[in-house]
């Protein structure tokens, strides 16, 4: 289940990435079960209007096949986008397929971006949203807009031997350890507590 409280990477596509709870090696909990899933999961992360999401989740329905395949796509996004950001976390080779993968995302994604005039202002939008793939356009232009600056460089997986989460460590002296405090942090420190206590 989506839930607004799993935003807390500071990068959209550092979220879509975490729609895997738990560890990758070991059990784990895919939140992005249905299409309908990855719609609602483009909503609460600002990446397409609660309009385009009703919109997509109808089309989902209308054809399920459709919506199932680009269900497996975004899945498989999300692993090549993992990939790439554990590589460049650990400082080692990218997997080849991996980033063909992203590359191939980010293409498809800023082939529908457009500049869109507002209050005397432009900012970014899409051209057809009304199209299944629509919910990773914004995950790839995020992916790439934080692949190609300097915080990259603040990249970190939860210290959670449970978790995995990945996330940007924005404080001053880089020290933050847990994607969220409220969570993995607090847990981590019950545990060292009773051992102290036990």
């Not at 460089?153 to 020290?175: I, M, P, Q, V, Y």
Request: glycine letters at 8%.
């Amino acid at each position: 289940m989506i839930d607004p409280s799993d935003f807390v990477a500071g990068a959209l596509s550092l979220d879509f990435v975490n729609t895997v709870g738990g560890i990758r090696s070991g059990p784990s909990d895919d939140k992005l079960a249905r299409y309908e899933d990855l719609a609602e999961w483009a909503v609460l992360g600002g990446a397409l209007s609660k309009e385009e999401g009703a919109r997509l989740a109808q089309r989902a329905a209308q054809d399920p096949d459709q919506a199932a395949r680009e269900l497996a796509r975004a899945r498989d996004f999300r692993e090549a986008l993992h990939a790439v950001f554990s590589a460049r976390m650990e400082d080692g080779t990218v997997p080849k397929a991996a980033m063909e993968r992203v590359n191939a995302e980010i293409g498809r994604a800023l082939s529908h971006a457009r500049l869109v005039p507002a209050d005397g202002h432009y900012h970014w939008g899409w051209d057809n949203t009304d199209m299944l793939e629509a919910p990773l356009w914004a995950v790839a232009r995020d992916a790439g807009r934080l692949l190609t600056e300097g915080s990259a460089a603040r990249l970190r997986e939860c210290a959670s031997d449970t978790c995995g989460w990945l996330f940007l460590d924005t404080t001053k002296n880089r020290s933050r350890r847990w994607c969220d405090m409220k969570g993995c942090g607090n847990r981590d420190k019950v545990r060292r507590y009773r051992r102290k206590a036990g």
